[in-house]
């Protein structure tokens, strides 16, 4: 079966609870017509780079999905419907990471307080006293 990766942003007036009932929707959309559900990404509340709706914020979430292209049809057909998702991108994918996606990676380095970019500001700025002495 083809492999996708879908991504829809909800309201951020919703709880988490709510956005938690909708993917699981989705998901048993997607089950009923013959797929499944690979991952399933909360990627939290992000700023937008402008307004859509009024809103400058909004819950993102990812679903991988290995399923017929009929059932993502019926997904995306729910997914225009709901009143409460703003906006939505389904792309067909040659394959489907292992472990978390990128946007994970992110939010956890994020977390931990050290990520690729304080490791690249270390270097150089050992370089330039290297440089210095």
Do not use: C
């Not at 017929?68 to 009143?83: D, S, Y």
């Not at 939010?107 to 970019?117: L, N, P, T």
């Amino acid at each position: 079966m083809p492999l996708y990766e879908s991504t829809f942003i909800t309201r951020q007036d919703m709880s988490r609870q709510d956005i938690t009932k909708l993917a699981d929707s989705f998901i048993a959309i997607i089950e009923q017509g013959g797929g499944k559900v690979v991952k399933n990404e909360y990627w939290g509340l992000r700023n937008f780079a402008y307004r859509i709706n009024k809103s400058r914020k909004g819950h993102y979430t990812m679903l991988a999905i290995d399923a017929p292209t009929a059932a993502i049809k019926e997904m995306e057909r729910n997914i225009g419907i709901n009143e409460d998702i703003l906006r939505s991108l389904t792309v067909r994918v040659e394959t489907i990471e292992e472990g978390p996606s990128v946007m994970m990676q992110q939010a956890r380095s994020r977390e931990e307080g050290y990520g690729a970019d304080t490791d690249i500001v270390t270097e150089a700025e050992e370089r330039v006293e290297a440089a210095a002495n």
